[in-house]
């Protein structure tokens, strides 16, 4: 079949890759206008982008596809077009373009996590499983029919990076079944139970300040589920602390300790522990301003944290 791609950051590479080395026929790429990059001094083009270029796929880059796009994309004659990660609402003109419509690679098991960031979101949350779903794209919001869907476990030590990896992989292959399955006119849709929605947003920095109130579990989902972007923060010592990643600690409760206080470890190799509204979180990875990334027991011998200290709370945080 005749496949126009739109997808843009690495988790679509791996649909992508598996498409080109197919049978079917990627007639075009469509990613988001290249921007500027982490720090805000270079214009980078996306990972999707990237391998378009590599693999000789023409590309196109639309302000607004709904506005820009339809001639060209109608121009293609697409048999089918597959989303993945786009970043962009697409609207039933654009749907309505290809013979078979559209499908999308979405990181959850929907109904759930409809939305901006499932897999951020799943992780935050407590989740102990998550998957791939391939739906129908129609006008609402992940809204249309489940095609084919797989789960995965999410493990304690999973950040949404790792996660979003796994899952690129699980995608990828779900993908070339489905539009197997549909070239051969034999897909099967089932309808979503729209009852049972939950709804995503964009995770913002504000949203990665933890509130030491919350117990050991809940501040390890956010530390865990903010990684690789935006990374979970706290105040200490009137600077900013990144924390990267972190545990549960299985370790007893100090009675007289305030959630957010750095305790005093059993020996020079243990982790860097801090209590919480309930229960003890072990810091792994973190970064102070201008440093680098480190385990967190580099920075208490290097006195940069100190047993005794406070983080600071933020307790209109909703994490």
Sequence with gaps: ???????TPEFAIESLDMLVNSHHQVVAVVTQPDKPNARGNKIE??????????????????????????DILKDLKPDLMITAAYGQILSQQVIDIPRHGIINVHASLLPKYRGASPIQSAIIAGETKTGITIMQTDIGLDTGDILCQKEIEILPTDTAGDLSAKLSALGAGMLLETVNAIEEGREIHIKQNHSAATFTKKISKADCVIN?????NQIRSLVMGANPDPIATTEVGGQVLKIYTASVATIDSSEDALPGTILGSSSAKAGVFVETGSGIISLGLVQLPGGKVLEAKQLISGRKLKVGDVCKQNLQAEN
């Design 1 to 7: 079949m005749r496949i126009i791609f739109l997808g």
């Design 45 to 70: 083009p996306s990972a999707v982008k990237v391998y378009a270029v590599e693999h000789n796929i023409p590309v196109y880059q639309f302000v607004k596809i709904s506005r820009d796009g339809i």
């Design 212 to 216: 030491w109130n919350k117990s050991a």
